[in-house]
């Protein structure tokens, strides 16, 4: 046994590809990955392999190789980009006297550091402990079995055991947690759509500016940076899309390809939010050369999810580092699904919106709403939700509003008033018995 280091950030990164050299790409994102883990990455060895080695995935030949440069350059960790297995790791940290760490446990290492809430400081460490569960025999080798001899007698139960029963203890309490949290989340959605508000959910590969276009289209503070996984912790605000027509819009954790099971299943509350959403803004890096492949990867994780069947819009992003013009596209039914803008300098976002508008805004009813004096109460709810754009008062107390609004829900308030849903009339008539609001100018400026 070697002792292991309790901390170290001078790394040697190790790529394999197998069956051929690791892509550049590849060896870019895993560079990336180390570097937002608060790696210092001495060297990059690239490794090919035909298949993984049993005892420590990559060659002998190659663990010799990787030893020397440990002791040329000094440093203390080594990470692997494949999902080694605890048998693997262990090997390989023997071999080399150093710590080592596979890609599951780099990207659960970032997640540790970027979680800010309850709920994903409770996300990550299910996770981090249904991944240390498997390894736990590489700190207690020397307490694998039983001794004899006075003074080494234990209570019956290895101090392995008792670690793992511990962990299963606190899996336990974590989960009883989140299903809490999972309750919650249902809870609010719920209310969404009892008040009829659409789900939009930004999704997308890690860091193709899901939380930029966040911040732009609700003027929102979501952190934002130039860096992998700067959203853990998902962020739902309301946006304004027209009179009587507001979305719940949804910033989600950005997806990676080789994604561990540990995350997905421990992050299911938060990809809960795109899965129960009416509409997917699957956002992508237009200046990305690989963006077809990161495309495909995020559709692999949406498939997991069960949201792969949702509508979406793909949204290419960062059109100001390729020089593109902004532009909306549509398929053969009509229906905007691609868009080309940049959410660092807004061009383009008046497109997106237009476009949410169209596939969101089909049944909304544009009327005139007499309410008797009595109804205060309806009249609030009308103005809470954004719908009136002018109003009248009528000579018997009353007033007469003109109302935009989600027909199901403006059915709703007028049955509880009990009035007539009036016929819908051309929008936003101009007339100087009525005060225009501002929504209603925005909605002609965005038509």
Same mark, same amino acid.
Request: glycine fraction near 8%; charge should be neutral; include cysteine.
């Given at each position: 046994m070697f002792d292991r280091p309790g901390s170290g950030e001078r790394a040697i990164l190790v790529c394999v590809g197998l069956g051929h050299a690791p892509e550049p790409d590849r060896i870019e994102e895993f560079t990336a990955l180390a570097r937002s883990a608060g790696a210092q990455v001495l060297d990059v060895m690239?490794?090919?392999?035909?298949?993984?080695?049993?005892?420590?995935?990559?060659g002998t030949g190659k663990v010799d190789e990787i030893k020397s440069r440990i002791t040329e350059l000094k440093a203390d960790l080594v990470v692997v980009?494949?999902?080694?297995?605890?048998?693997?790791?262990?090997?390989?940290?023997?071999?080399?006297?150093?710590?080592?760490?596979?890609?599951?446990?780099?990207?659960?290492?970032?997640?540790?550091?970027?979680?800010?809430?309850?709920?994903?400081?409770?996300?990550?460490?299910?996770?981090?402990?249904?991944?240390m569960s498997t390894? *736990?025999?590489?700190?207690?080798?020397?307490?694998?079995?039983?001794?004899?001899?006075?003074?080494?007698?234990?209570?019956?139960?290895?101090?392995?055991?008792?670690?793992?029963?511990?962990?299963?203890?606190r899996i336990?309490?974590?989960?009883?947690?989140?299903d809490k949290v999972l309750v919650q989340r249902e809870t609010t959605r719920q209310e969404r759509k009892r008040g009829a508000v659409p789900t939009v959910a930004l999704v997308g590969y890690t860091n193709a500016g899901k939380s930029t276009l966040f911040n732009r289209l609700t003027s929102a503070d979501a952190y934002a940076a130039d860096q992998l996984f700067a959203t853990l912790d998902p962020t739902v605000r309301r946006l304004h899309l027209a009179p009587g027509l507001e979305v719940a819009l949804a910033d989600t954790v950005g997806f990676v390809r080789d994604l561990p099971h540990?995350?997905?299943?421990?992050?299911?509350?938060?990809?809960?939010?795109?899965?129960?959403?009416?509409? *997917?803004?699957?956002?992508?890096?237009?200046?990305?050369?690989?963006?077809a492949e990161r495309i495909r990867q995020v559709n692999e994780v949406l498939e997991s999810v069960g949201a792969q069947a949702l509508p979406q819009i793909a949204v290419y992003n960062k059109i100001d580092r390729t020089g593109e013009s902004p532009r909306a596209e549509t398929d053969a039914?009509?229906?905007?699904?691609?868009?080309?803008?940049?959410?660092?300098?807004?061009?383009?976002?008046?497109?997106?919106?237009?476009? *949410?508008?169209?596939?969101?805004?089909?049944?909304?009813?544009?009327?005139?709403?007499?309410?008797?004096?009595?109804?205060?109460?309806?009249?609030?709810?009308?103005f809470a939700a954004g719908a009136v754009l002018r109003q009248r008062p009528l000579d018997d107390g009353g007033i007469e509003l003109e109302v935009n609004l989600r027909r199901h829900e403006l059915e709703r308030i007028c049955r509880e008033?009990?009035?007539e *849903?009036?016929?819908?009339?051309?929008?936003?008539?101009?007339?100087?018995a009525f005060l225009q609001s501002r929504g209603c100018a925005a909605a002609d400026r965005s038509t």
């Amino acid at each position: 046994m070697f002792d292991r280091p309790g901390s170290g950030e001078r790394a040697i990164l190790v790529c394999v590809g197998l069956g051929h050299a690791p892509e550049p790409d590849r060896i870019e994102e895993f560079t990336a990955l180390a570097r937002s883990a608060g790696a210092q990455v001495l060297d990059v060895m690239p490794v090919t392999r035909k298949s993984p080695e049993p005892r420590f995935y990559i060659g002998t030949g190659k663990v010799d190789e990787i030893k020397s440069r440990i002791t040329e350059l000094k440093a203390d960790l080594v990470v692997v980009d494949a999902a080694l297995s605890p048998g693997q790791e262990r090997n390989l940290e023997k071999a080399l006297e150093c710590r080592v760490l596979d890609r599951s446990g780099l990207i659960l290492d970032i997640f540790a550091q970027r979680a800010r809430s309850f709920e994903g400081k409770l996300q990550v460490e299910l996770a981090q402990l249904e991944h240390m569960s498997t390894r *736990l025999v590489r700190g207690w080798t020397h307490l694998e079995r039983q001794k004899g001899g006075i003074g080494l007698r234990g209570p019956g139960e290895t101090q392995l055991e008792t670690d793992r029963r511990l962990l299963a203890r606190r899996i336990k309490t974590l989960n009883d947690r989140l299903d809490k949290v999972l309750v919650q989340r249902e809870t609010t959605r719920q209310e969404r759509k009892r008040g009829a508000v659409p789900t939009v959910a930004l999704v997308g590969y890690t860091n193709a500016g899901k939380s930029t276009l966040f911040n732009r289209l609700t003027s929102a503070d979501a952190y934002a940076a130039d860096q992998l996984f700067a959203t853990l912790d998902p962020t739902v605000r309301r946006l304004h899309l027209a009179p009587g027509l507001e979305v719940a819009l949804a910033d989600t954790v950005g997806f990676v390809r080789d994604l561990p099971h540990e995350l997905v299943a421990a992050f299911r509350s938060t990809l809960q939010e795109a899965r129960e959403a009416d509409l *997917l803004l699957h956002v992508i890096d237009a200046a990305d050369p690989e963006r077809a492949e990161r495309i495909r990867q995020v559709n692999e994780v949406l498939e997991s999810v069960g949201a792969q069947a949702l509508p979406q819009i793909a949204v290419y992003n960062k059109i100001d580092r390729t020089g593109e013009s902004p532009r909306a596209e549509t398929d053969a039914d009509g229906r905007v699904d691609r868009i080309w803008l940049s959410a660092h300098s807004g061009a383009g976002v008046d497109l997106l919106l237009a476009a *949410l508008h169209a596939q969101l805004g089909t049944d909304l009813h544009h009327c005139l709403l007499k309410l008797p004096a009595s109804e205060g109460r309806a009249r609030a709810r009308l103005f809470a939700a954004g719908a009136v754009l002018r109003q009248r008062p009528l000579d018997d107390g009353g007033i007469e509003l003109e109302v935009n609004l989600r027909r199901h829900e403006l059915e709703r308030i007028c049955r509880e008033a009990g009035v007539e *849903l009036p016929a819908a009339i051309a929008p936003c008539a101009d007339s100087g018995a009525f005060l225009q609001s501002r929504g209603c100018a925005a909605a002609d400026r965005s038509t």
